[in-house]
């Protein structure tokens, strides 16, 4: 039995990592640029399959590709997989600085622009490309590959689901450690969950609009994953899985695994290890193909309804007339908001699209959605609870609470000039009981997903939104009675930008040739 249900382990990992106004003016963590990461994995030795640049783009409504589902699959061929490796992990903008460094935005926002999420492709029925493991290089817009040979029956063994050895290809996203840690220490755990679930997002929202049917598996065996993929695991993890491509006959048994370690440039001279961030995944991990299975039954036991006092929003746009590729190359955190209102149509529009959920294996509504409405045309602004099911908000208190929201987000403007700023919260009893330390991980997930929705709804209707962190104990409290007990686990501001902002648009992106970022 692992340590998955010591779930006094991820009370211990929250409870060190919390922000608090004290806390971080206590932090003497400075930033070490000499020693930052390098933003690419590079693996010298691998061989190259170069991914074609001429992939389809996806051109389904941008509202209809987050929530919608696929009808009729499309065969997985190279080129698919490329426009869904690009909208999901590309590198989308390039910014060079004074002094020469150079920054790669990517597809998908990331703490810190860090980008710490790294995508392996398990692939087995995939037009013209040979069956194998690879990792996906967003530098230079290629996959390096790992192993030869169809590997997807281990992963189908390892997340206890055949279906997964039936599907043209399996994503794997991980996390290294380090390239977050650096800034973040030991909180950077959480950031892994929150960025790989922004990443989902778009994955999840490309995928439908390539008419490829695709889901999140939150249950694995770990260190089967991790092995498969030749990860070092003190620093770099599995964080979830995603089988993409319709049913297309199941791979033959797995040939053995045999223990590989290809080099890898450095990230850095030298790199911090934060025992608590490796002992909160350790402690979270599923040992055994029957774990994973009594994990997931578990899950589904346990879907809770809403409840509360409910003010209904308007209806939600089914469509907002722009393109998914349009609103994932468009999307940028925003820098400064303006202060000036959205529609209640708007808000609706991305609440609702943000939490359909499914598409997993195991239930949504995890976290709890509490926002504060500072400037929305036709809901008083106030601070109120969201039910998704209903698609309702109840009312806790009215108030201009810009000041506040502001002061709950690290004291960082982009918390109260937006028009609403939405806090996840969740219950860690509930689900440490229910999931084990693994429930740590979901919460985290989870609101990154929905996070990472809310960033397409809000460009996808030509407003902004930002990923924010906050001070832990601050924002239960001006949530309570209605959050006593919960925890809060992240946030997502929305609003208008002061600036919409013209960047340069990188659709067939060139290789890096050999620059890094500063
Ligand atoms: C989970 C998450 C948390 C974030 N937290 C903050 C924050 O606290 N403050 C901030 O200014 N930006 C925050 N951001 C925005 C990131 O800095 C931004 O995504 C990153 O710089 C990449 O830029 P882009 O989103 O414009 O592509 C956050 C983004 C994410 C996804």
Redesign the pocket.
């Known amino acids: 039995m692992s340590g998955n249900r010591d779930h006094d382990a991820s009370r211990r990992y929250h409870e060190a990592t919390r922000h608090s106004r004290e806390s971080v003016r206590a932090s003497s963590h400075g930033l070490d640029w000499s020693n930052k990461p390098e933003p690419f994995k590079i693996y010298p030795d691998l061989p190259v399959t170069p991914l074609p640049r001429d992939f389809p783009v996806p051109t389904m409504d941008a509202l209809a590709a987050i929530s919608g589902e696929v009808d009729a699959a499309a065969p997985l061929d190279l080129e698919r997989l490329a426009a869904l490796l690009f909208f999901s992990a590309g590198v989308?903008?390039r910014q060079t600085y004074p002094g020469g460094g150079v920054m790669y935005?990517?597809a998908?926002?990331?703490?810190?622009?860090?980008?710490q999420t790294e995508v392996y492709v398990v692939a087995g029925g995939v037009t013209g490309l040979a069956a194998g493991v690879y990792h996906f290089s967003p530098g230079d817009f290629a996959l390096r590959q790992l192993r030869a040979g169809d590997f997807r029956g281990a992963l189908a063994i390892a997340a206890a689901d055949e279906d997964l050895a039936s599907r043209p290809a399996v994503l794997a996203l991980t996390a290294i450690y380090w390239r977050n840690t650096w800034k973040y220490q030991a909180r950077g755990y959480r950031?892994l969950f929150?960025?790989s679930?922004?990443m989902l997002a778009n994955l999840l929202a490309a995928a439908t609009a390539l008419a490829l049917p695709a889901r999140a598996v939150a249950g694995f065996v770990d260190l089967e994953v991790n092995g498969l993929l030749a990860v070092d695991p003190e620093k770099e993890g599995a964080l979830l899985l995603a089988p993409v491509g319709g049913p297309a006959g199941f791979a033959p048994s797995p040939p053995v695994i045999a223990t590989i370690a290809p080099p890898v440039i450095p990230l850095s001279e030298s790199e911090v290890d934060y025992p608590l961030l490796r002992d909160a995944y350790a402690n979270s991990a599923l040992d055994s193909e029957a774990e994973v299975m009594a994990w997931r039954e578990a899950a589904w036991r346990s879907a809770r309804p809403p409840a509360g006092v409910l003010v209904p929003l308007p209806t939600p746009r089914p469509s907002a007339g722009r393109p998914l590729a349009d609103t994932i190359l468009a999307?940028?955190?925003t820098?400064e908001f303006s202060g000036a209102a959205i529609g209640a149509e708007e808000l609706s529009t991305a609440l609702w699209h943000a939490t359909r959920g499914g598409q997993a294996d195991v239930p949504s509504g995890l976290v709890d959605l509490y926002l504060t409405v500072h400037a929305v045309e036709g809901i008083e602004p106030g601070a109120y609870a969201y039910h998704p099911a209903a698609h309702t908000l109840e009312l806790l208190k009215r108030g201009d609470f810009r000041q506040e929201a502001a002061y709950l987000?690290?004291e960082?403007a982009?918390g109260g000039m937006s028009s609403s700023t939405v806090f996840f919260l969740a219950d860690l009893d509930v689900l440490l009981e229910t999931y084990g330390n693994r429930g740590y991980r979901l919460a985290n997930l989870e609101a990154?997903l929905i996070?990472?929705r809310l960033?397409l709804g809000a460009y996808a209707q030509r407003f902004g939104a930002?990923?924010?962190?906050?001070y832990d104990r601050d924002v239960i409290a001006f949530f309570s009675p209605h959050a006593a007990g919960r925890e809060a686990i992240?946030?997502?501001a929305l609003g208008r930008s002061v600036k919409t902002s013209a960047h340069a648009l990188l659709l067939n992106p060139s290789p890096p040739s050999g620059e890094r970022a500063g």
């Open positions: 989308t903008r935005f990517r998908a926002p990331s703490t810190g622009a860090l980008f950031h929150w960025d679930g922004t999307r940028g955190s820098r987000c690290l960082q982009l990154g996070g990472g960033y930002t990923g924010l962190t906050f992240f946030v997502t």
